[in-house]
């Protein structure tokens, strides 16, 4: 499985951002996926979570009623929809998802917010 995200930048504060996450390789074996993200010096934070077919979803404190995450499984795209950003965002964003116990990421999109 093999995975790159797009769609990071630099925005001002309160601006949106839309990242993508296209899987590639053995995506019929893709169920859950994710976004992560890791500022400088800081350690890697959940930042959202989707089921195999979108019904549930899940957010970190951080970002919660300011993103939203979605799929579409036609064309093994994840998308996270940032809005209101904040420069305390700014951080490399990651794409995960686990395959039989084997997690995989993407090379990451870096999204910087200015104040």
């Known amino acids: 499985v093999q995975l790159e995200e797009s769609g990071g930048g630099l925005v001002q504060a309160g601006g949106s951002l839309r990242l993508s996450c296209v899987a590639s390789?053995?995506?019929?074996?893709?169920?859950?996926m994710g976004w992560f993200r890791q500022a400088s010096g800081r350690e890697r934070e959940f930042v959202a979570v989707?089921?195999?077919?979108?019904?549930?979803?899940d957010y970190g404190d951080s970002v919660k009623g300011r993103v939203t995450i979605s799929r579409d499984n036609t064309k093994n795209t994840l998308f996270l929809q940032m809005n209101n950003l904040k420069p305390e965002d700014t951080a490399v964003y990651y794409c995960?998802?686990?395959?039989?116990?084997?997690?995989?990421w993407g090379q990451g999109t870096q999204v910087t917010v200015s104040s």
């Open positions: 390789g053995d995506t019929i074996c893709i169920s859950t």
């Open positions: 989707i089921s195999d077919f979108g019904i549930r979803t």
């Open positions: 995960q998802t686990t395959v039989f116990g084997t997690a995989y």
